[in-house]
């Protein structure tokens, strides 16, 4: 299969919701093969989970990761060509004015030049980012929409 979406923390996150917003996995398993994750991505879910007091909570957090999410996603790094977009990015979008989170960036960098489209549930963080693509499958309420804004 051909990796066609990179999903945010926010996403990977919500698959280990009690609740599951009930249209994530179906998307998830009807592009069976086709999600990857940053490594920026994995960073800040280790993070959140290293954050967590001893408990059967992060127990069960660190179980996902490490059982689920690891092994079910392939890992995109942020390196030099995400580096350099990123760079140009923030530099434009400092310029107009706006100051994106530098982790958003880097995400989105790595989603841009790997042309995958962002799985995200922060349509606002990333639309200010230059020929993004992003969509949101967890607000049902919400139509995903993809976004090519320029600020």
Known sequence: MTL??????NTVSALHWPSVPPQLPAKIE???????IASVV??????GCDLLPPSRRRSALEAFLHDVVRPS????????RAADWHATERARLVRAGLTP??????????????G???????????SNFAELRVENWL????????????A
Do not use: K
């Open 4 to 9: 066609r979406f990179l999903l945010d923390t």
């Open 30 to 36: 009807a592009h069976d093969g086709e999600f990857a």
């Open 42 to 47: 994995w960073h800040e879910l280790r993070y």
């Open 73 to 80: 996603f392939e890992m995109l790094d942020y390196d030099d």
């Open 101 to 114: 989170a530098f982790v958003d960036g880097q995400i989105a960098a790595v989603a841009r030049v790997n």
């Open 116 to 126: 995958l489209t962002l799985i995200t549930d922060n349509i606002n963080d990333f």
């Open 139 to 150: 607000a049902p309420q919400r139509r995903p929409s993809a976004r090519r804004r320029r």
